[in-house]
């Protein structure tokens, strides 16, 4: 009977010590670090943490700034099972180019398959100015932003197939944009 009361009370003791380790782990706290995993590129010299489940393809190759095509080896690309993905390149630009220049540039590179360019705003991208635009290519729907950082023209895309809600792909985005941060020195 002793040996009962013993084991029934271990299990207790057990069962409670695990809830509240589990309560301790969902519950975080103002500075804990985001949850997730973390996507780093050496190549464009940034870093992503992203929840979900993500797969990431990065650039064979350095980007030449061409339409970004995931299949293009010259983009990084993070994707979900979902076909959800985001695009990130960079390339050299002169140290005198201005935000509005290189916005420019990626718009003229966007209208080469893409088309209903609207909702133009300011935003950021790592802790510097950025421009935003959200944008529709055969079969998706894309949020693009435009950065300069160190010398580089950044082009960082949230691709979505047109089934999800634009809700949806909005919150996706701007988690994967406001994880994203800059790592080249």
Known sequence: MKMRRTTATLLVLVSATAFGAEGARSSPSASAPPAGTKYVSERYGYEMVLRGKYTMIQALFQWDGAFPFGDSGKVDLILD????????????????????????????????????????????????????????????????????????????????????????????????????????T
């Open 81 to 184: 099972p979902k076909d959800r993905k985001f695009i990130v390149a960079a390339k050299p630009v002169s140290r005198s180019m201005s935000l509005s220049h290189w916005e420019a540039f990626v718009v003229g590179v966007k209208r080469q398959a893409c088309d209903r360019l609207r909702d133009f705003r300011s935003t950021s991208l790592g802790g510097v100015p950025a421009r935003e635009f959200v944008n529709r290519c055969p079969g998706y729907d894309v949020i693009t932003l435009a950065a300069l950082h160190r010398s580089r023209g950044y082009l960082l895309e949230y691709v979505s197939p047109t089934n999800f809600s634009a809700a949806t792909d909005h919150r996706t985005y701007e988690a994967g944009r406001r994880a994203f941060r800059f790592t080249q």
